[in-house]
């Protein structure tokens, strides 16, 4: 049972891959979740889109695709980021980078322990978990 960290066709962003992943477990915790394999793949808005076009049959860029392989209380899954987005993201909301890529990065955490993001009202409650999980990696125990 790992959290893996890799690049496809762009850089690896510099994360702490130890905090994060301990931030990661954290947050699962808190929905009664335990992490299982849970690989991120941060890649280009050209590669989201093929996968988001192969597999969802969506042709649109996005940040990020969660590929859910969670059973029982385990989470795991692929989770797909552009970095591209991610920046013109963090350009567009008027954050820093880093801190619109740990939202994404917990987003997709999210996503596997079961909140979603698509009806009316799920986004708000989305973003309120994002930010709550997000203040826990500014203020560490």
Known sequence: ???TFFAEDVKLPAIKKREIGNWIKQVAGMYGKKCGDIAYIFCSDQKILEI???????DYYTDIIT????EN??????IFISIDT???????????????LHRIIIHGILHLCGINDKKPGEREIMT???DE????????E
């Open 1 to 3: 049972m790992a959290i």
């Open 52 to 58: 988001n076009n192969e597999y969802l049959k969506h």
């Open 67 to 70: 590929f859910d392989y969670t």
């Open 73 to 78: 209380n385990r989470i795991s899954g692929d």
């Open 86 to 100: 991610v920046k013109s993201n963090a350009e567009k909301f008027k954050v820093a980078y880093e801190d619109e």
């Open 128 to 130: 309120q978990k994002e």
């Open 133 to 140: 999980a997000l203040a826990l990696l500014s203020c560490p």
